[in-house]
């Protein structure tokens, strides 16, 4: 007769994923998603943070150690960071140059 262990749940009962994974690390693709989104939309220096992760994890993936499952949206996460971090760099240039003219108008004025 088979005993019961009410504490415990049978081995797989609530999960999803198999016991068989064969990849050492989850993907974070929906995080490297998130951050692309926010670097866009809220924080731009956001966007450095997500395309160094996503290189990370894409090179992760590439060697087998990452579940590939997130490939796509590490992948979409990163060009929106890459995005994020060019339009962030022409903000800066064009900051800086409007400064720099503002300081040289004033040294003319004198």
Same mark, same amino acid.
């Given at each position: 007769? /088979?005993?019961?262990? #009410?504490? /415990?749940?049978?081995? @797989?009962? #609530? ?7 064969? #990849?050492?690390?989850?993907? /974070? @693709? ?13 924080? &731009?220096? =956001?966007? !450095? ?14 060697? @087998? =150690? ?13 060009? $929106?960071? !890459?995005? &994020?971090? =060019? =339009?962030? &760099? !022409?903000?800066?240039? !064009?900051? &800086?140059?409007? $400064?720099? $003219?503002?300081?040289? @108008? ?5």
């Amino acid at each position: 007769m /088979r005993q019961h262990h #009410y504490d /415990r749940p049978e081995p @797989g009962m #609530y999960s999803t994923h198999s016991q068989q994974d064969p #990849y050492e690390l989850p993907h /974070r @693709g929906g995080l490297i998603l998130a951050l692309g989104i926010i670097s866009l939309l809220v924080c &731009a220096p =956001v966007g !450095i943070a997500a395309w160094l992760m996503a290189n990370h994890d894409l090179q992760a993936i590439q060697e @087998g =150690v990452m579940d590939p499952d997130g490939e796509s949206l590490t992948l979409a996460g990163k060009i $929106l960071g !890459i995005i &994020a971090t =060019v =339009v962030f &760099a !022409i903000q800066l240039l !064009i900051f &800086a140059s409007f $400064l720099a $003219l503002f300081i040289f @108008g004033l040294a003319l004025a004198k």
